[in-house]
């Protein structure tokens, strides 16, 4: 099993940039596709972005391509979301998921075996 912790959430204004950090614990890392989901108040919890074991397939939701960019060190046992020209539809927690041998499409589809608590992102206009 994973524990994950996010983290590098915080205010930010609108066009700015940030960078979320999930941190997992163990030593199976490299077993479990990677995720980002986002809840905002008032809203169903969402995809945003997954990544293959080896990083080498991602996938991300139509309204953050070209703007986020996933990615994970395994040495660190670490996933990253880079988050750039963020609009106040940004605002959200952000959590971090993981699946045991999963595609990125299933982690996309919302199943994942593992999440952490979350971190916040609130973009101002």
């Known amino acids: 099993q994973v524990q994950l912790v996010e983290s590098g959430g915080g205010l930010v204004q609108a066009g700015g940039s940030l960078r979320v950090s999930c941190a997992a614990s163990?030593?199976?890392?490299?077993?479990?596709?990677m995720g980002w989901f986002r809840q905002a108040p008032g809203k169903e919890r969402e995809f945003v972005a997954a990544?293959?074991?080896?990083?080498?397939?991602?996938n991300y939701a139509d309204s953050v391509k070209g703007r986020f960019t996933i990615s994970r060190d395994n040495a660190k046992n670490t996933v990253y979301l880079q988050m750039n020209s963020l609009q106040p539809e940004d605002t959200a927690v952000y959590y971090c998921?993981?699946?045991?041998?999963?595609?990125?499409?299933?982690?996309?589809?919302?199943?994942?075996?593992?999440w952490g608590q979350g971190t916040r992102v609130t973009v101002s206009s």
């Open positions: 998921a993981a699946k045991l041998f999963g595609s990125v499409e299933a982690l996309a589809g919302g199943l994942y075996d593992f």
């Open positions: 163990g030593r199976t890392f490299s077993l479990y596709t």
């Open positions: 990544i293959s074991r080896s990083g080498s397939s991602t």
